[in-house]
């Protein structure tokens, strides 16, 4: 992932990407699904290379996931953000029981608001400098669908 601008919009891509950090990223994500932690999906037309990737981190205790996606700029604008989202929603209500989805966004990505609404999330809030991101504290924007939410 050699895209500074796709790196910037992400809470824990780094820039410039390492060697070796896709592999590493592979191998925590293959550990964290066989500990019940995460679940992800790399994002790819059929024959395709990957172009971008949809993850949720559980919080069994509370019912509810968080969703995270990144594409790459060219598979940006024609709706595969937005369908990915809808499918991993619907597989954290559907097959895993879960009563919320979370989503947070950088309030600079107002795109990435515009996917989650489509998808069908309400939008609960800015939250001011949540969290530091190159080290700059960075507000994030809300969003959430619960299990009986329209879809």
Same mark, same amino acid.
């Given at each position: 992932?050699?895209?500074? /601008?796709?790196?910037?919009?992400?809470?824990?891509?780094?820039?410039?990407?390492? /060697?070796?950090?896709?592999?590493?990223?592979?191998?925590?994500?293959?550990?964290?699904?066989?500990?019940?932690?995460?679940?992800?999906?790399?994002?790819?037309?059929?024959?395709?290379?990957?172009?971008?990737?949809?993850?949720?981190?559980?919080?069994?205790?509370?019912?509810?996931?968080?969703?995270?996606?990144?594409?790459?700029?060219?598979?940006?604008?024609?709706?595969?953000?937005?369908?990915? =989202?809808?499918?991993? =929603?619907?597989?954290?209500?559907?097959?895993?029981?879960?009563?919320?989805? /979370?989503?947070?966004?950088?309030?600079?990505?107002?795109?990435?608001?515009? =996917?989650?609404?489509?998808?069908?999330?309400?939008?609960?809030?800015?939250?001011?400098?949540?969290?530091?991101?190159?080290?700059?504290?960075?507000?994030?924007?809300?969003?959430?669908?619960?299990?009986?939410?329209?879809?």
């Amino acid at each position: 992932m050699q895209d500074a /601008e796709v790196a910037r919009n992400t809470l824990s891509i780094p820039w410039p990407y390492p /060697e070796g950090a896709a592999a590493a990223f592979i191998a925590a994500e293959r550990e964290a699904w066989r500990a019940g932690k995460r679940a992800t999906w790399g994002l790819a037309e059929q024959d395709a290379p990957l172009f971008g990737v949809i993850g949720l981190r559980f919080r069994p205790a509370h019912q509810l996931a968080e969703i995270g996606y990144w594409l790459a700029r060219e598979a940006w604008g024609r709706g595969h953000a937005t369908a990915a =989202v809808r499918l991993a =929603v619907a597989w954290a209500f559907d097959a895993m029981g879960l009563h919320r989805v /979370e989503a947070h966004h950088f309030v600079e990505n107002p795109a990435s608001g515009r =996917v989650l609404a489509k998808a069908g999330f309400s939008m609960e809030g800015r939250r001011r400098g949540a969290v530091w991101r190159d080290g700059v504290p960075r507000d994030l924007v809300s969003y959430a669908i619960l299990r009986d939410d329209p879809r």
